[in-house]
């Protein structure tokens, strides 16, 4: 079963617009991590935020966490048509070892 | 130099047919992991393993199995291939930093049952 729900499915933007996708999730969390899938390929960690954590910035990558609301949102600030990707958020469950994840956002960018 | 190879990178099979997908690692994890992808079910969990002793069943285990020949390899295998095996698979590993650590993804393997 999905721990992880990303919304939108998919978003649409110009280049130079910022970019926000959301995950939400159902039981209490160790972290939540933020992966990116070019095309077919593998998938690229982003960022790990950590069950305490509130906020984290990475570049142009700024992640929040709400655990009260058992969600997250992953803001791409002046995107880029290079970051056109799936973006996949992935929880490790509180007591648990391993990553589930979600069924991903897929963001176009266009020029 | 890629940290975690598959092989193959595309394989076409038939129904019935034993396959196995391998992965190597130079990242000296001891964390290894298999997964499925497919269209618009983002990624599940088939294996993973902990160290060279270590095997645990993931979320899809069934019709599967796994080989850990060393720290640095990780097998799957298919006994029986039949058409819904038909996905993506990913090899992935973590380091020992700690549970539910950052992983680190293979290239993937492209696999068609007909």
């Known amino acids: 079963s999905q721990q992880g729900e990303e919304d939108p499915q998919a978003l649409s933007i110009q280049e130079g617009e910022n970019a926000t996708m959301n995950c939400s999730y159902k039981t209490s969390i160790n972290n939540l991590q933020w992966y990116r899938q070019n095309s077919g390929r593998g998938l690229v960690h982003l960022i790990l935020?950590?069950?305490?954590?509130r906020e984290k910035h990475s570049g142009r990558l700024r992640v929040t966490l709400d655990t009260s609301k058992k969600s997250s949102s992953l803001l791409i600030t002046a995107s880029r048509a290079a970051d056109t990707a799936s973006y996949f958020c992935?929880?490790?469950?509180?007591?648990?070892?391993?990553?589930?994840f979600g069924k991903g956002t897929m963001l176009l960018v266009s020029p | 130099d890629a940290d975690v190879t598959q092989t193959p990178r595309n394989r076409i099979t038939k129904t019935g047919k034993r396959i196995m997908l391998e992965c190597s690692q130079t990242k000296g994890h001891d964390r290894m992991y298999w997964y499925r992808q497919d269209p618009g079910l983002g990624l599940r969990l088939i294996y993973y393993?902990?160290?060279?002793?270590?095997?645990n069943k993931g979320e899809i285990s069934d019709g599967y199995s796994v080989s850990r020949q060393a720290q640095a390899k990780f097998s799957l295998s298919l006994e029986s291939a039949i058409p819904n095996q038909t996905a993506l698979y990913f090899c992935a590993t973590s380091g020992p930093g700690g549970l539910g650590d950052t992983q680190y993804f293979g290239p993937g393997t492209r696999l068609t049952v007909l």
């Open positions: 393993s902990f160290d060279v002793k270590d095997i």
């Open positions: 935020i950590r069950s305490n954590e």
């Open positions: 992935a929880t490790v469950v509180s007591g648990y070892s391993t990553l589930t």
